[in-house]
């Protein structure tokens, strides 16, 4: 009986079959393929000279698989057709600031997005030219370390925070396998300056230096919490005074949804508030209301669109550096050149803490997401002893 061997040359054929994925001749060379996890099936981005370094190729995409690592982008070739092209950090960051989104889907602020840029041009340049598949984690430590050495420890944590993303995007699509940003802490380090509201003397004091056109700026970034960007963008639709029967201010609201920023680039950039928490209506203290309406009786223009600050030829925003020749002198008379105008903000959720104010309703007052982020303008007021007499006053004692 004969025996149904196979043939030389159908015993070679069949030894072209794959333990995993295929393996096809191309003219003189050898092209991959393979199922991915996803039933899809990945040709590689290149062919190869031979059968053993196509069959390495699959090997380590074996590997790969049954490791859990494996990702769309590498099974595409991405991987070997970045590193054939030696795409660099600065490369790949440049489309990255173009195209990243905020928390909440939107574009990057403006400021943001110059600020992301210029880190990129400072900060980041010892890095900016390195090919990404080249950032190890020691080289990550070693420019780190640099950048602390230069004793700026706000900008070293916010540049390494943009790194940390802008890599973890690079993962994502495949470039990387794993984040070469790995520093604890390195993105909370700061130089530990802590914001110190003015006291009611000091801020007594600016009133009484600073031009009284000011005036209602001083009461908005305190009472009103307003940053300075929020307050240069106010008009005068977004103030509305409630009068009592007999024609006296009862009650003045400020709506604020909008805010103003500036940079060399673009110019003033009118944008909405930090976040939709941020769009808000704020009632004002009885105390700010006269110079408030008087302000708008004074300097405003009666059109609804009118700004409540201007430049000196009331064509457009207040410059920072407009305002900031009447505030140096003012906050200097008060001893304290160190205040900032944000500090004001801080002032104000201080004192609308004391006066009884949920941490939701101090939340909602300063426009934050959460109420973590409400619960660094409260500062301490140095009333421990009287609250602890409080408490015996409470026990009847």
């Given at each position: 009986?004969?025996?149904n061997?196979?043939?030389?040359?159908?015993?070679?054929?069949?030894?072209k079959r794959e333990?995993?994925g295929?393996?096809?001749?191309?003219?003189n060379?050898?092209?991959?393929?393979?199922p991915?996890?996803?039933?899809?099936?990945?040709?590689?981005q290149?062919?190869?000279?031979?059968?053993t370094?196509?069959?390495?190729?699959l090997?380590?995409?074996?590997?790969?698989?049954?490791e859990?690592?494996?990702?769309?982008g590498?099974?595409?070739?991405?991987?070997?057709?970045?590193?054939s092209?030696?795409?660099?950090?600065g490369?790949?960051?440049v489309?990255?600031?173009?195209?990243r989104t905020?928390?909440?889907?939107?574009?990057?602020?403006?400021r943001?997005?110059?600020?992301?840029?210029?880190?990129?041009r400072?900060?980041?340049?010892?890095?900016a030219?390195?090919r990404?598949?080249?950032?190890?984690?020691?080289?990550i430590?070693?420019?780190?370390?640099?950048?602390?050495?230069?004793?700026?420890?706000t900008?070293?944590?916010?540049s390494?925070?943009?790194?940390?993303?802008?890599?973890a995007t690079?993962?994502?699509?495949?470039?990387?396998?794993?984040?070469?940003?790995?520093?604890?802490?390195?993105?909370n380090?700061?130089?530990?300056?802590?914001?110190?509201p003015?006291i009611?003397?000091?801020?007594?004091?600016?009133?009484d230096?600073i031009?009284?056109v000011?005036h209602?700026?001083i009461?908005?970034?305190t009472?009103?919490?307003?940053?300075?960007?929020e307050?240069?963008?106010?008009?005068r639709?977004?103030?509305?005074v409630?009068?009592?029967?007999?024609?006296?201010?009862k009650t003045?609201?400020?709506?604020?949804?909008?805010?103003?920023?500036?940079?060399?680039?673009?110019g003033?950039?009118?944008?909405?508030?930090?976040?939709?928490?941020?769009?808000?209506?704020?009632a004002?203290?009885p105390?700010?209301n006269?110079?408030i309406?008087?302000h708008?009786?004074?300097?405003?223009?009666?059109?609804?669109?009118?700004l409540?600050?201007?430049?000196s030829?009331?064509?457009?925003?207040?410059?920072?550096?407009s305002f900031?020749?009447?505030?140096?002198?003012?906050?200097?008379?008060?001893?304290?050149?160190?205040l900032?105008?944000h500090?004001?903000?801080h002032?104000?959720?201080t004192k609308?803490?004391?006066?009884?104010?949920?941490?939701?309703e101090?939340?909602?007052r300063?426009g934050?997401?959460?109420?973590?982020?409400?619960?660094?303008y409260q500062?301490?007021?140095g009333r421990?002893e009287?609250?602890?007499?409080?408490m015996?006053?409470?026990?009847g004692?």
């Open positions: 009986m004969a025996l061997l196979p043939t030389p040359k159908q015993a070679k054929k069949r030894k333990a995993f295929a393996i096809r001749k191309l003219g060379r050898q092209q991959a393929s393979y991915g996890p996803d039933g899809v099936r990945y040709n590689a290149h062919t190869f000279d031979n059968l370094d196509a069959r390495a190729w090997t380590r995409v074996r590997a790969s698989i049954n859990g690592t494996w990702t769309v590498e099974a595409q070739g991405e991987i070997s057709a970045v590193r092209k030696g795409i660099t950090l490369d790949y960051a489309p990255w600031i173009a195209t905020s928390r909440n889907g939107k574009p990057l602020a403006v943001t997005r110059r600020e992301y840029e210029r880190l990129l400072t900060e980041l340049a010892p890095i030219g390195v990404i598949s080249l950032l190890t984690p020691a080289a430590r070693t420019w780190y370390s640099d950048m602390l050495a230069t004793g700026n420890l900008q070293s944590a916010r390494y925070g943009l790194a940390t993303s802008i890599l690079a993962i994502t699509d495949g470039l990387i396998k794993q984040n070469p940003c790995n520093i604890r802490g390195a993105q380090a700061s130089t530990g300056v802590e914001v110190i003015p009611a003397e000091q801020l007594g004091i600016i009133l230096t031009a009284p000011y209602a700026a009461m908005l970034g009472w009103a919490a307003c940053r300075f960007g307050v240069t963008e106010l008009r639709k977004d103030i509305r409630v009068k009592k029967a007999d024609g006296s201010v003045v609201f400020v709506f604020v949804s909008r805010g103003v920023t500036h940079t060399t680039e673009d003033y950039v009118i944008g909405t508030t930090k976040s939709q928490a941020g769009i808000r209506e704020i004002m203290p105390l700010a006269d110079i309406v008087n708008l009786r004074t300097n405003v223009a009666a059109d609804p669109e009118a409540l600050y201007t430049n030829a009331g064509t457009g925003h207040l410059p920072r550096s900031v020749d009447h505030w140096d002198p003012a906050r200097i008379a008060a001893g304290r050149p160190d900032h105008f500090a004001l903000r002032y104000g959720a609308f803490a004391q006066a009884g104010a949920t941490l939701k101090l939340q909602d300063l934050h997401s959460t109420v973590g982020a409400a619960m660094r500062h301490s007021t421990d009287e609250l602890a007499a409080r015996s006053e409470l026990a004692e």
